[in-house]
């Protein structure tokens, strides 16, 4: 439980998975950023994959689907400040959670910090993921790292029935 001041320390199998997870998104991020970052804002890369989506480079200031547009330095505080509460969650949850929770908050953190990095290094994101079938923001790597990290980090801490369970009982209070 947070706060408590009798817990053992976090593992260091789970600061290393952490560590690994998110410096590995991190690098893919930045490279796939950097290699199409090359061209002027509004270039098709590559058209039409699939039928599902195409490369065109967007320099984005705001938020999806252009929202507090001109707001880059406040988003990047924004995502620093929620890159640090998912570093103090990940000592606060008892050793150091699962490893699918691990991993979770991992993507959420590295998709964050790529984010943060473009917005204070450039002055704005760059996206380049342009779903085709659907009307979509045009998103980039940190951002299917932050969402899928989320995603992935509730499922697991549902599956670990966290909560539910009282001291030394079974799921959902039964004995």
Request: proline share 5%.
């Amino acid at each position: 439980m947070p706060g408590r001041t009798d817990r053992k320390p976090i593992p260091r199998k789970a600061i290393a998975l952490f560590g690994a997870v998110a410096l590995l998104w991190f690098l893919a991020d930045r490279a796939t950023k950097a290699a199409v970052d090359v061209v002027r804002p509004g270039t098709l890369l590559v058209p039409d994959v699939l039928g599902l989506f195409e490369f065109r480079l967007v320099h984005n200031t705001g938020a999806a689907w252009g929202m507090f547009g001109g707001s880059t330095v406040a988003l990047g505080v924004f995502s620093l400040v929620m890159c640090a509460a998912i570093v103090w969650f990940l000592f606060a949850l008892e050793r150091g959670g699962t490893a699918l929770e691990g991993i979770g908050l991992a993507l959420a953190f590295s998709g964050g910090m790529g984010n943060a990095v473009d917005r204070f290094a450039q002055g704005y994101v760059t996206d380049f993921i342009n779903c085709t079938f659907i009307d979509f923001p045009v998103f980039n790597v940190a951002d299917i790292g932050v969402t899928c990290g989320i995603a992935l980090f509730f499922i697991a801490w549902i599956a670990a029935d966290r909560g539910s369970r009282p001291e030394g009982g079974a799921p959902g209070g039964e004995s």
